[in-house]
């Protein structure tokens, strides 16, 4: 038994060398690449194209999304010897915001927190930081009203996605449910564990529910009280030192937020993608069957469809729409200017890679 052990760790380290041989060399190109395009390390449709492909080719044992997370820390190591990249995101540390940032660009990169998501706008569009990384909608709470705002008003363009599945946790310096008297979290996550809650801290209600600007600001407060517990993610947790009372407290097991990577650049086609529009109709009859009639003429699928107050008049509303596709792909093309032709007001902000 003691041989046969031998002779698979020493099968291992030959194939730990040829890994570490083949990353160099993948080190190096990424360098050289770096000095011929002077700038723009992060390709999203590259980076889609390339997992892609890998997650065609998986042979196993390593389910595909272990194949996602590990190359996507390759390319991250990678991109930061073409250009070391900053990426904003909805602070503090140990956010889901942070979370989904790490998920799509990997750990090797500068993470900026920002105190609100009209920083992470700023920021980005201020140069501060390259991407932004910011909360649009949740799968049990629906859009993120502030998000969609600024959106109609950045010049930045949307360019890429992250579908981050949120898992809740309660929080605090012990395990004794008895001894909790307060309770800290974001508004949003009290809704997404309100059965929860009721079930297992029912003498938690009214003004000892107190709401916090983030769950990782929650999890500061919980640590700063004996007696306090928070509902937070696991990383917000570790940050502040706290125990984990009780796992996946959230009431939809497949409660799920979805990001948007913000920033300055056009992304191309990656084969796969979804272009993101906001729209507003004419104040005439049939006036919404008019947006989404070229859609439907040119065969295009509409993946998501919100209604948002414009601010610009009483009762007026824009719409943000998902469609599937590049917008660079002709019937995509074509239907966008059938909509320039029929709408009041028509906004590409950006088309990305689906992921």
Request: with cysteine.
């Amino acid at each position: 038994m003691i041989d046969q052990l031998k002779h698979l760790r020493d099968r291992i380290d030959v194939i730990d060398s040829e890994l570490l041989r083949l990353m160099s060399a993948r080190a190096s190109l990424a360098r050289e690449i770096g000095q011929i395009k002077n700038g723009m390390a992060y390709r999203p449709e590259r980076e889609a194209q390339v997992l892609a492909r890998l997650c065609k080719l998986n042979p196993g044992p390593l389910a595909n999304e272990h194949i996602v997370r590990l190359f996507t820390e390759i390319m991250s190591l990678c991109r930061s010897m073409e250009e070391p990249l900053t990426v904003a995101y909805l602070g503090p540390q140990g956010t889901f915001s942070e979370e989904a940032a790490l998920k799509r660009f990997g750990t090797v990169v500068t993470t900026l927190p920002c105190t609100s998501i009209d920083d992470v706008f700023r920021k980005v569009e201020s140069g501060g930081a390259g991407y932004g990384v910011v909360p649009v909608e949740n799968s049990t709470e629906g859009a993120v009203g502030r998000t969609l705002d600024l959106l109609l008003q950045t010049p930045l363009k949307v360019c890429g996605e992250i579908a981050l599945p949120i898992h809740q946790l309660l929080l605090a310096h012990h395990r004794d449910l008895t001894r909790i008297r307060k309770i800290y979290s974001h508004p949003q996550s009290f809704s997404q564990c309100h059965e929860w809650l009721n079930v297992h801290l029912p003498h938690l209600t009214g003004e000892a529910r107190i709401n916090a600007a983030s769950n990782a600001d929650a999890a500061r407060l919980a640590a700063e009280d004996e007696n306090a517990a928070a509902v937070a993610g696991r990383k917000a947790g570790e940050v502040f030192g706290l125990t984990v009372c009780a796992e996946n407290i959230e009431d939809d097991p497949n409660n799920t937020t979805r990001f948007l990577v913000i920033g300055a650049q056009e992304v191309a086609a990656s084969g796969r993608d979804k272009t993101s529009l906001v729209i507003s109709a004419r104040n005439r009859p049939g006036a919404i069957h008019e947006l989404l009639a070229p859609l439907a003429e040119h065969g295009v699928s509409m993946s998501r469809l919100e209604s948002r107050p414009s601010r610009a008049g009483l009762w007026e509303y824009v719409f943000f729409v998902d469609i599937e596709g590049h917008q660079q792909d002709p019937k995509i093309a074509q239907a966008l200017q059938k909509l320039r032709e029929v709408a009041a007001f028509l906004k590409v902000l950006g088309s990305y890679p689906v992921i």
